[in-house]
């Protein structure tokens, strides 16, 4: 997997829970992380340029108002002193009323600066409300497509699911991030208009505050690489966190959970590991807590150290009672800005580490792919199939799933898959999908390597329908259209799938149709039994039309009627087509016109239904054994 810096190949090596959850990250790490940002702000403006431009814009002019503020606060009060003490010299009130016209417009401008505020405020704040509901959707697409378009390896490594898991965290709640870092520059701009004005006063108050604040900076930033080590090290429990709250409340579940009295259990479990998990986080709250007010304890002395001499030289006559209220203010919002500013940084900081978890995600490349200057899929397909010396292990794996496969798969013809659990049967199925590529040999498509070919091509040329197919909480006419879903609008071709598969009848059942919602996931959903089901799921066969059909187990939910039915059918279904079927039902087998036995990831034999049983070997004694239960 690549990596985008050194932050990040730190990062990447860690395992999970490998590490203690105070394992601290170095300044230079944290620093690191920063660069993060501008990949961050390049999603953001690619998803509104128009909100960035209005957020950046009012944020901008927001950030000049405060200064301004401050000085014609600043001027109301010189004038109040100047007008008070001439109206003490002329012995009354009179003098107040020539004054009245400009302290009226100085107090204007302060509430019209005061109401500007506050709409830039609630303007900025919509900008980033938008901004942000458009970036979750935009980068939760994104996350989607990329998976999808990793190797199915991947979705069997449990450290991706670490992986996967932490990017989908990131998907959502990133504009809080990139908002703090507007808000940054918008604060900064305040800061140094507001430094502008101490400076002109008395410039070594700047130092002061920056002395005083420095602490609380480098503690809220150790604190924050503590909190995303903590967050890291637990990912894989925090998975098993959901998946316990997901197996305890679950309608997939729900029937086993009673039986078998498990609910105690799973939720004790899951209390278990939550309490765990609290403790640390605990422990680590309580630190930061005390540590930040203690640290925070010493920014405020310094706030009043610098308050003192400032009542302290007016009283000397070097400042008016403008410039205490001036000076003061600044000081006061200097302090408190740049209190947040180190604080956002620190926090910023942190939050960029996380979104390490979501680029690197990005950054993982699918080895199977399609290849460059990749040739179109024959079709039709002339030859067929050939497996030459293929062998594969799963990932992690030192046991070879399947080894020297050496056989033919002709075009038109359909081939049976027979062997026992883990023979390799729905390995060499994963291997023609091309959901992986061999580790030895090679498999050829009319004489040409399957990894020549274009891989979107491939696969829409190819229909696979697993065992364990999908129940997609869809409707009916969805959850058949998954065969070709660019034709998910064309109803006959729908209709005419369902009738051929004989999910017909069962969809013509239900409340709503083909329009009827399948499962109980949504309150409008009607589940089926299993066996209607595999019928709906047969209907995605006939609905992709393709040119190599393979069939895992596909008969195996349904009764002795219905299955009869079905392979009535199963002629028709592979008509023109090259077929390749998995059963473990003989009288389902036999229909192929020829049949591959496996064993042990290797090929045993290779026949007719005729030819196999007057071998008297492994498929003969296979069919023998199926045949007494029957007797």
């Known amino acids: 997997m690549a990596t985008r810096n050194g932050t990040a190949r730190k990062t990447a ?26 990949p961050l702000f390049r999603l953001v403006w690619a998803t509104s340029p128009g909100l960035v431009t209005a957020n950046l814009a009012l944020r901008l002019v927001r950030s000049l108002v405060p200064v301004a503020m401050l000085y014609v606060g600043k001027l109301v009060v010189d004038e109040v002193v100047r007008v008070a003490a001439t109206a003490a010299d002329l012995g009354g009130l009179s003098a107040w009323g020539g004054a009245l016209e400009g302290l009226a417009w100085l107090l204007a401008a302060e509430l019209g600066l005061a109401v500007l505020s506050d709409v830039l405020g609630r303007a900025t704040a919509l900008c980033d409300s938008l901004l942000g509901d458009l970036f979750t959707n935009e980068t939760s697409v994104r996350l989607m497509r990329h998976a999808a378009a990793l190797d199915l390896a991947h979705f069997e490594n449990a450290d991706f699911y670490d992986q996967l898991e932490r990017a989908r965290r990131q998907t959502t709640g990133r504009m809080v991030l990139l908002s703090q870092v507007f808000g940054q520059a918008e604060s900064l701009i305040t800061v140094a208009s507001l430094g502008v004005g101490l400076a002109v006063y008395q410039p070594w108050l700047l130092v002061l505050l920056a002395v005083a604040l420095v602490p609380a900076f480098l503690g809220e930033a150790h604190f924050n690489a503590q909190s995303y080590s903590l967050a890291y090290s637990w990912t894989p429990e925090r998975r098993e966190l959901d998946y316990l709250r997901y197996v305890g409340a679950s309608d997939d579940t729900a029937k086993e959970v009673k039986v078998f009295g498990l609910n105690d259990y799973l939720a004790e479990r899951y209390r278990t590991l939550a309490d765990r998990y609290y403790l640390a986080n605990r422990s680590l709250a309580v630190r930061r807590a005390g540590w930040g007010g ?51 940084f620190s926090d910023v900081s942190g939050r960029a580490l996380y979104l390490e978890d979501l680029f690197s995600f990005f950054e993982i490349e699918p080895a199977v792919a399609t290849p460059p200057n990749a040739v179109p899929v024959p079709d039709p397909i002339a030859e067929g199939f050939a497996f030459e010396g293929v062998g594969f292990r799963y990932p992690g794996s030192e046991v070879w799933a399947v080894r020297d496969l050496t056989f033919t798969l002709r075009a038109g013809e359909a081939l049976a898959l027979v062997g026992e659990n883990g023979a390799g049967k729905t390995t060499l199925v994963k291997l023609l999908a091309r959901l992986y590529d061999p580790d030895e040999g090679r498999i050829l498509l009319d004489g040409r390597d399957l990894r020549d070919y274009d891989l979107d091509e491939l696969r829409s040329a190819i229909g696979v329908i697993f065992q364990d197919f999908v129940r997609y909480h869809l409707t009916a006419s969805e959850n058949i259209a998954v065969g070709r879903i660019a034709e998910r609008g064309d109803r006959p071709r729908i209709e005419t799938s369902a009738e051929r598969s004989l999910a017909d009848a069962v969809i013509e059942s239900l409340p709503e149709g083909y329009d009827q919602t399948l499962g109980k996931r949504f309150s409008a959903g009607v589940d089926l039994s299993g066996g209607q089901w595999q019928k709906v799921a047969l209907g995605r066969a006939y609905m992709r039309d393709a040119q190599l059909l393979i069939l895992d187990e596909p008969t195996a939910a349904l009764d002795a009627r219905a299955e009869y039915e079905v392979f009535e059918r199963f002629k028709d279904l592979t008509e023109g087509k090259t077929a390749v079927l998995i059963s473990h039902r003989f009288s389902t087998v036999r229909m192929a016109d020829r049949i591959l036995v496996l064993d042990g990831g290797r090929v045993e034999e290779v026949g007719t239904h005729e030819e196999l049983l007057r071998a008297g070997r492994r498929y003969a004694e296979l069919f023998e054994l199926q045949a007494q239960g029957y007797r």
Do not use: C, H, Q, W
């Not at 209220?325 to 408190?336: D, I, P, Q, V, Y």
């Open 13 to 38: 090596k860690r395992k999970g829970s490998s590490r203690g959850p105070a394992e601290d990250l170095s300044f230079r790490e944290r620093l690191g992380a920063l660069s993060n940002l501008p």
């Open 294 to 344: 203690l640290l925070s304890a010493v920014g405020t002395l310094g706030y009043y150290a610098a308050y003192a001499v400032i009542v302290y030289r007016t009283a000397a006559g070097a400042f008016t009672i403008g410039d205490l209220t001036f000076l003061a203010g600044s000081f006061g919002r200097m302090r408190s800005l740049l209190e947040g500013l180190l604080a956002s």
